[in-house]
């Protein structure tokens, strides 16, 4: 299994402004995955982000609003745009275990109020 | 595209009580299905997997029989906990996609 950090584990955001949220492994991974976990409800998958290339976003989520960097393959981070509460949620980085197994780690997530 | 379906929640059972939380897939291929758990105030953790038909994934007292013939990865345990009160996800990963597909969670509350 990886162990993954994400930083900040929360915080407390203006209208309008913008947070960028860090992931860190303790391990070379090929695939990282973002999702987005609104109150109450289950996970979302924003967009998968693979060393070199571009991210891959999923219908509904755009690269203005949610840009992506993935420099090395233990680090990658979410940066959520000119947020407002809408984009209130908990943001989880997460990537691929053993190939022939499929199954994803998580990191703790990080919680984000916007006022 | 893929998609699981969850019973809805919030399940709320006695100590040593039987648990069953149903799910079923849609979904290309022979995915592979997970069971993952948020206890309160955590992240997410894998409770067990099953890769292909009729595997049996087991821990914990959890179990979940891939059974492709109904599309279903229904979670068991015989007796409950009160440790036990999370939210379960069900997901698949498989046809084409990457990710994994969650269903929408089921709140287990375990009164002792």
């Known amino acids: 299994s990886a162990v993954i950090s994400q930083k900040p584990s929360r915080d407390i955001c203006q209208r309008g402004t913008s947070l960028t949220i860090q992931c860190q492994v303790d391990?070379?991974?090929?695939?990282m995955f973002w999702y987005r976990q609104q109150p109450g409800q289950s996970l979302t998958l924003i967009a998968t982000?693979?060393?070199?290339?571009?991210?891959?976003?999923e219908s509904g989520f755009v690269i203005d609003k949610f840009p992506i960097s993935r420099p090395n393959l233990t680090f990658s981070t979410l940066t959520v745009s000119n947020m407002s509460p809408e984009d209130s949620s908990i943001y989880l980085c997460s990537v691929l275990g053993g190939t022939l197994t499929g199954e994803l780690f998580f990191g703790e997530g990080s919680r984000l109020t916007v006022l | 595209g893929n998609s699981v379906t969850q019973m809805e929640g919030p399940v709320t059972l006695s100590e040593e009580a039987f648990l069953t939380i149903n799910c079923t897939y849609t979904?290309?291929?022979?995915?592979?299905l997970f069971w993952y758990v948020q206890y309160p105030g955590e992240g997410l953790q894998l409770l067990l997997k099953?890769?292909?038909?009729?595997d049996k994934g087991s821990n914990k007292g959890f179990e979940a029989t891939y059974r492709k013939e109904t599309t279903s990865f229904h979670l068991e345990k015989g007796s409950v906990q009160v440790s036990d009160s999370a939210v379960y996800f069900c997901a698949l990963r498989g046809g084409g996609a990457d990710g994994l597909t969650f269903g929408k969670g089921t709140h287990l509350i375990i009164q002792p």
């Open positions: 099953a890769t292909k038909a009729d």
């Open positions: 982000a693979n060393q070199g290339s571009e991210a891959t976003y």
């Open positions: 979904a290309t291929g022979y995915p592979s």
């Open positions: 391990s070379q991974v090929t695939m």
